[in-house]
Every structure is written in C-alpha cells, then in structure tokens.
Nanobody, 123 residues
Framework: QVQLVESGGGLVQPGGSLRLSCAAS????????MGWYRQAPGKQRELVAT?????????NYADSVKGRFTISRDNAKKMVYLQMNSLKPEDTAVYYC???????????????WGQGTQVTVSS
C-alpha cells in the first residue's frame, strides 16, 4: 500500500505565496519522478511541475507557472514540495501530488496520487 499525503493548501491573496508539501509512505522500493498537477472547476487536470530522482533533479514546469513556482524534493524523506510565489486568481485549483513508484524490484513503475489540497487565490 502506497500513500501520498499533501499539505499546505489554503486561501491566499493575489501576489501571495504558499508552499505545498507531499509525503510518500508505504511499500516503496523506488520513486522515479514526483510532481504536482492541478484541476480547476470545469477543467481537466493539468501538469504544474515535475522533478525526477537522482542528483541532477531535472525539473519541468508548465509555461503558466515558470518563474513563479519552484519544485523540489527530499529523496531521503520521500517528499516533494511546491513553492508558489506571485499567486494569481487563475492558480485557484485543487493541487494533486503524483509519484511514479515501484513497490518491489520486479514491479512496473506505477502512478500514485494524493487526495488533493485546495488552493484558492482571492482578495
């Protein structure tokens, strides 16, 4: 059993900042990429940012958040973070943590999702 638990969402004014955290736990052999997705009401879930494992820690961002959001991870703690600055009303959405995980050495890499955390940007 694998669990991803997000925290850090909330209500913030435009221009403000929030930091999301996601902790992975359970039967985990290895974690490859970790990332954040979001889904606004009436819209499809979209990628926000991803980061792969390893010392390089290559990152990928949606164009809409480049320069404002920063993704990072702590491999030892099995955690991923999303620092969100200069927040805009259009950033309002439920943010989901995602991780590509192998539960044993012989299993395939599978996608796991958190339950989501609400981020609301409003004055």
């Amino acid at each position: 059993q694998v669990q991803l638990v997000e925290s850090g969402g909330g209500l913030v004014q435009p221009g403000g900042s929030l930091r999301l955290s996601c902790a992975a736990s359970g039967s985990i052999f290895s974690i490859n990429a970790m990332g954040w997705y979001r889904q606004a009401p009436g819209k499809q879930r979209e990628l926000v940012a991803t980061i792969i494992s390893g010392s390089a820690g290559s990152t990928n961002y949606a164009d809409s958040v480049k320069g404002r959001f920063t993704i990072s991870r702590d491999n030892a703690k099995k955690m991923v973070y999303l620092q969100m600055n200069s927040l805009k009303p259009e950033d309002t959405a439920v943010y989901y943590c995602n991780a590509k995980i192998k539960t044993t050495w012989y299993s395939i890499m599978s996608d796991y999702w958190g339950q989501g955390t609400q981020v609301t940007v409003s004055s």
